[in-house]
C-alpha cells in the first residue's frame, strides 16, 4: 500500500461516516488521551525492571505474547470486521515497530529512565506533523504551543549543560537510541491511525501484538538465547501486569483515533 494515497481515502471515510466519527476533540476524547497516557506511562516503568533483569529482545517477547490472549475478554466489545481488511499491513507494521521497540529498551537499559522516556515522548511531534500533513488535520495554536514545548522539554532533558572547564554540550547515556525510538515510534502510530480507521481497533492492535510477539520470538532464537535465565529472573507479577495493562492502553488509544484527530 502506498501511504501517499492512503489519507485522502481515509479521511474520506472519518469525516463521512458521522455516526461513528468526529474530528472535533471534546472531553471524552482528552479523557481517553489521559487515560493511555498514565496506562502507557505504568508499563515504561515496569519493562525497565524487567529490561534490567532478563534483557530487551526477551522482555518485548514475554509482554507481548502474555497479552495476546486477554484480547478474549474484548471480544464481546470489538468492533464488527470489515469485508476487505489490511491484516498484512498490520503484521508489516509490527515487524518494523519490533526493532523500533529494542531500540528504547537499550536505551532504558543504559541511561536513566526519567529522561530516556521522557526524550521518547519526541514521538508526539512526528505523529502530529504526519497528522497535519498526511490527514490534513487541524493545526491549532494550541498545537503549535505543545509542539514546541514538547520539543523545548527534549532539549533541556537530553543535553547535558557543560560545566565551565568544558564548554562542549554531550548527549546523557540513552539519548541517542531514544531520539532514533522517538521518531520511528512517531511514524509507527500514524500506521496505526491509519490501519484502525480501516480495519477497527481490535484488528489493528491484536495482530500488531502476534507480529512483535513472533519477531522477538526469531531474533531470540537467531540470538541463541538461554531460555532458562525466563525462570530464575522474570518477573512474571510484574510482566503480567504490563500486559494487561498495555492490552488495555493500546486498545484505548486506537479506539480513540478511529475517532478523533491523530495530532490531536
Known amino acids: 500500500m502506498n501511504f501517499f494515497h492512503v489519507p485522502s481515502e481515509v479521511n ?26 498514565i496506562g502507557f506511562s505504568i508499563d515504561v516503568l515496569i519493562v525497565a525492571i524487567s529490561t534490567k533483569r532478563i534483557g530487551s529482545v526477551a522482555t518485548l517477547f514475554l509482554w507481548q505474547i502474555m497479552g495476546i490472549p486477554l484480547f478474549a475478554l474484548l471480544v464481546p466489545i ?43 515522548e519526541l514521538f508526539i511531534v512526528v505523529t502530529t506533523l504526519l497528522g497535519v500533513v498526511m490527514l490534513h488535520e487541524s493545526f491549532t495554536l494550541w498545537k503549535a504551543i505543545g509542539l514546541i514545548l514538547t ?14 572547564n568544558s564548554g562542549s554540550i554531550r548527549l546523557l547515556a540513552g539519548v541517542p537510541y531514544a531520539l532514533i525510538s522517538a ?5 509507527y502510530l500514524f500506521a496505526v491511525a491509519i490501519t484502525s480507521r480501516m480495519d477497527g481497533w481490535f484488528l489493528t492492535a491484536l495482530f500488531i501484538r502476534v507480529a512483535i510477539a513472533m519477531t522477538s520470538c526469531i531474533v531470540l532464537l537467531t ?4 531460555f532458562s535465565l525466563l525462570s530464575k529472573k522474570t518477573p512474571w507479577v510484574l510482566l503480567a501486569l504490563a500486559a494487561a ?20
Open 12 to 37: 474520506r471515510s472519518f469525516i463521512e461516516n458521522k455516526k461513528y466519527y468526529t474530528i472535533h476533540m471534546d472531553f471524552n476524547g482528552f479523557l481517553l488521551a489521559i487515560i493511555v497516557t
Open 78 to 120: 470489538m468492533p464488527p470486521i470489515p469485508v476487505v481488511t489490511h491484516i498484512p499491513l498490520i503484521m508489516i507494521i509490527g515487524v518494523c515497530f519490533t526493532f523500533v521497540g529494542l531500540i528504547f529498551l537499550q536505551a532504558i537499559k543504559i541511561g536513566t529512565l526519567a529522561v530516556v522516556s521522557t526524550i521518547n
Open 151 to 164: 520539543f523545548a522539554g527534549v532539549v533541556l532533558l537530553g543535553f547535558q549543560i557543560p560545566r565551565k
Open 183 to 187: 521518531i520511528g515510534t512517531g511514524i
Open 223 to 226: 540470538r541463541k538465547y538461554d
Open 245 to 264: 495493562v498495555d492490552v488495555g492502553a493500546f486498545s484505548l488509544y486506537n479506539y480513540a483515533i478511529s475517532h478523533y484527530e491523530v495530532s490531536t
